[in-house]
């Protein structure tokens, strides 16, 4: 297989990953609004959580698009990883005060179609989107694309915990079902907050999408100066 066929392969990857990458961030987005929306209708601190997770994950992907705006972006990756992590905590906190709340019978959960129908569709999206992107990133030797891959995955599995939580609490009327899923997105959200804060963060959907960019430019460049 000559150069030039492996080049071209690669840049098919690279486009491939970033059109994945950008729909994953187009459909938490949406997935927010939505959970969020249907979450405040039926007091569900485990939709409300969902959503605000969604949000967190869309608002890493900003900072890291605004890390690679600036002239010296590793300069910038610390504080970056720092907001994604502030954030993460504070998510944390909002949502075990509510299911805490809510199991002390504060506030109970109501059913929520709109809540059922969007978790369903995550669990089954959410999925998909992390093996292509997956395979896509093993064929490229993209240990990032792989990363964020598995992330994706994870979000998936959450999908299930809030449809297992939903689905309890409109089927068979345990109420207590959806706090238990919000405590459930705590933990998760603790945990990405503690590795973004280390620097271990894989919410680097954007800035992957800019790396491979600038990689195929600087190759571009690299192969002007030789010639």
Same mark, same amino acid.
């Given at each position: 297989?000559?150069?030039?066929?492996?080049?071209?392969?690669?840049?098919v990857?690279?486009?491939?990953?970033?059109?994945?990458?950008?729909?994953?961030?187009?459909?938490?987005?949406?997935?927010?609004?939505?959970?969020?929306?249907?979450?405040?209708a039926?007091? /569900?601190?485990?939709?409300?959580?969902?959503?605000?997770? /969604?949000?967190?994950?869309?608002?890493?992907?900003?900072?890291?698009?605004?890390?690679?705006?600036?002239?010296?972006?590793e300069?910038?990756?610390?504080?970056?990883?720092?907001?994604?992590?502030?954030?993460?905590?504070?998510?944390?906190?909002?949502?075990?005060?509510?299911?805490? +709340?809510?199991?002390?019978?504060?506030?109970?959960?109501?059913? /929520?179609?709109?809540?059922?129908?969007?978790?369903?569709? /995550?669990?089954?999206?959410?999925? +998909?989107?992390? +093996?292509?992107?997956?395979?896509?990133?093993r064929? +490229?030797?993209?240990?990032?694309?792989?990363?964020?891959?598995?992330?994706?995955?994870?979000?998936?599995?959450?999908?299930?915990?809030?449809?297992?939580?939903?689905?309890l609490?409109?089927?068979?009327?345990?109420?207590?079902?959806?706090?238990?899923?919000?405590?459930?997105?705590?933990?998760?959200?603790?945990?990405?907050?503690i590795?973004?804060?280390?620097?271990?963060?894989c919410?680097?959907?954007?800035?992957?999408?800019?790396?491979?960019?600038h990689?195929?430019?600087?190759?571009?460049?690299?192969?002007?100066?030789h010639?």
């Amino acid at each position: 297989m000559t150069a030039a066929v492996i080049d071209s392969r690669r840049e098919v990857l690279r486009r491939r990953i970033r059109l994945i990458v950008a729909g994953t961030i187009a459909y938490n987005a949406i997935e927010a609004v939505v959970a969020i929306s249907a979450g405040a209708a039926a007091s /569900s601190a485990a939709l409300i959580g969902f959503g605000l997770d /969604s949000v967190v994950e869309v608002l890493s992907a900003a900072a890291v698009a605004w890390q690679f705006t600036r002239r010296d972006p590793e300069r910038w990756e610390k504080p970056a990883l720092r907001v994604i992590a502030v954030s993460f905590f504070l998510l944390a906190a909002y949502v075990a005060v509510t299911a805490v +709340l809510a199991l002390a019978g504060f506030a109970r959960a109501e059913h /929520s179609t709109v809540g059922l129908v969007l978790t369903a569709v /995550s669990v089954v999206v959410m999925p +998909l989107l992390s +093996l292509a992107e997956y395979r896509t990133g093993r064929e +490229l030797g993209s240990a990032t694309a792989v990363a964020d891959s598995r992330q994706t995955l994870i979000c998936a599995a959450l999908s299930v915990v809030v449809l297992a939580g939903l689905a309890l609490n409109s089927l068979l009327g345990w109420w207590w079902a959806d706090s238990v899923a919000a405590l459930v997105i705590v933990v998760f959200a603790v945990r990405e907050g503690i590795e973004a804060w280390r620097g271990d963060s894989c919410a680097t959907s954007v800035g992957m999408i800019l790396e491979g960019d600038h990689d195929h430019d600087a190759h571009h460049d690299h192969e002007e100066a030789h010639r």
